[in-house]
């Protein structure tokens, strides 16, 4: 049988569009999740980060880590073996001692011309980590560069150091904490009571809290903001009159 020849040039021109489709450039991506048990109250250290960072409390005696590794652009597909060897350069390393967990990142550092940052290294990837760990573990995040840092209802002490970028805290509307931040060149929104400063001939910021007990905050950004917010938990609705009289 004879197929028509509009028809074959028709199903030509499909195949080729669907090919083309496949064929589309996309970004590469790596994602790795793992667990380990963590004791209430340890200490989570990471050092030498670099990009999204997401650190959230859970009722869990455990911590999890995701680590997503991406190209900063779609990649043709004849170049995706080339950029996932580009990729598996960045190493994160975890180390469980006692009750202290690290998680160390080395990566490709480089200076591009003209910088993507006034302060922080070059890269030519992206990198996001999401981990959950117990409300009381306390978090120290040294030498933390380009990105933002986001913690989510922990009830310890807080010790950031970032270099560029933006620190997002959501903190218990009822907890208590000496704060003490600073940003070079930045601003500084806090919800608890405290005192904001300016300081480096107008450009930078400084804010101490009121409260000498409690848990202790010291947030450090070179070039961004510091935001600490609270977590504002509705009160539960009075009971109904008749539930009161006990009808």
């Not at 064929?23 to 991506?29: D, H, R």
């Not at 990471?46 to 455990?62: A, H, M, R």
């Not at 900063?72 to 990729?87: G, H, W, Y």
Request: net charge negative.
């Amino acid at each position: 049988m004879r197929v028509p020849w509009k028809l074959a040039i028709i199903g030509l021109g499909a195949g080729c569009l669907m090919l083309a489709v496949t064929e589309l450039p996309q970004k590469v991506e790596i994602t790795k999740t793992e667990q380990m048990d963590f004791p209430s109250g340890g200490v989570l250290r990471l050092t030498n980060s670099i990009g999204y960072l997401t650190v959230e409390g859970w009722d869990e005696p455990k911590m999890e880590i995701t680590t997503i590794k991406s190209t900063k652009k779609a990649v043709p597909a004849k170049e995706r073996d080339k950029a996932n060897e580009e990729l598996d350069k960045v190493h994160v390393m975890v180390d469980h001692k006692g009750n202290e967990i690290a998680i160390d990142t080395d990566f490709p550092r480089h200076r591009a011309y003209p910088p993507p940052a006034p302060w922080g290294h070059g890269s030519h990837f992206e990198m996001e980590y999401r981990i959950k760990v117990p409300r009381d573990t306390r978090l120290i995040v040294s030498s933390h560069d380009v990105g933002e840092i986001h913690v989510e209802d922990l009830i310890n002490d807080i010790d950031v150091n970032l270099v560029q970028g933006e620190v997002m805290l959501h903190l218990a509307e009822e907890g208590r904490y000496a704060i003490h931040a600073t940003s070079d060149f930045g601003n500084i929104n806090c919800d608890f009571p405290g005192e904001e400063k300016r300081r480096h001939w107008l450009t930078g910021h400084r804010w101490e809290s009121e409260e000498t007990a409690g848990h202790k905050l010291n947030l450090k950004v070179g070039y961004g903001d510091v935001v600490v917010l609270k977590i504002r938990v509705p009160k539960a609705p009075a009971p109904a009159a008749g539930l009161q009289s006990g009808l």
